[in-house]
């Protein structure tokens, strides 16, 4: 079963156990696959569908920290909530040791020597740990990596 289909076949079952988080947090992710759709004008991948699915935690995780900072724990949680749903959409997220053992093994492909080579780093490595692994962590490991 292709990752659309599963999230179609989710939120059928939420709507029937008549889960309002879910459903509104499936229609959602459904609305955002259909624009990503149109904006390519063809269906989408499972990687790709991944890619967009990343791009919702990244924001529900900006949204719910602004929550936060402003006082509003109840709206933060919520977001916390949309974060779990979306995440059984992605692939198991790599620990950073895991991300620091692929960057120490793409810098040596590219042959990386100083902080000036982090675009050809982070090109490498963000299509092998594409779905496993916030690029803004990544982005962290390999500045630190880089500058030693």
């Given at each position: 079963?292709?990752?659309?289909?599963?999230?179609?076949?989710?939120?059928?079952?939420?709507?029937?156990?008549?889960?309002e988080v879910r459903i509104s947090c499936l229609r959602m992710l459904?609305?955002?696959?259909?624009?990503?759709?149109?904006?390519?004008?063809r269906e989408l991948k499972d990687e790709e569908i991944q890619a967009v699915?990343?791009?919702?935690?990244?924001?529900?995780?900006?949204?719910?920290?602004e929550f936060a900072k402003g006082g509003r724990e109840d709206l933060a949680k919520k977001e916390e909530q949309e974060l779990e749903?979306?995440?059984?959409?992605l692939p198991k997220q790599l620990s950073?040791?895991?991300?620091?053992?692929?960057?120490?093994?793409?810098i040596s492909e590219v042959n990386a020597t100083s902080p000036k080579d982090m675009g050809r780093v982070m090109k490498a490595a963000m299509s092998k740990l594409a779905g496993?692994?916030?690029?803004?962590?990544v982005s962290?490991?390999?500045?630190?990596?880089?500058s030693n």
């Amino acid at each position: 079963m292709s990752l659309a289909d599963q999230i179609v076949q989710d939120l059928k079952e939420a709507m029937l156990a008549k889960d309002e988080v879910r459903i509104s947090c499936l229609r959602m992710l459904k609305t955002s696959i259909k624009n990503k759709q149109v904006e390519k004008g063809r269906e989408l991948k499972d990687e790709e569908i991944q890619a967009v699915v990343s791009s919702l935690v990244r924001k529900g995780k900006e949204a719910a920290a602004e929550f936060a900072k402003g006082g509003r724990e109840d709206l933060a949680k919520k977001e916390e909530q949309e974060l779990e749903i979306f995440y059984k959409y992605l692939p198991k997220q790599l620990s950073e040791q895991e991300i620091e053992s692929v960057l120490r093994d793409v810098i040596s492909e590219v042959n990386a020597t100083s902080p000036k080579d982090m675009g050809r780093v982070m090109k490498a490595a963000m299509s092998k740990l594409a779905g496993k692994a916030e690029g803004k962590v990544v982005s962290e490991i390999a500045k630190r990596l880089l500058s030693n």
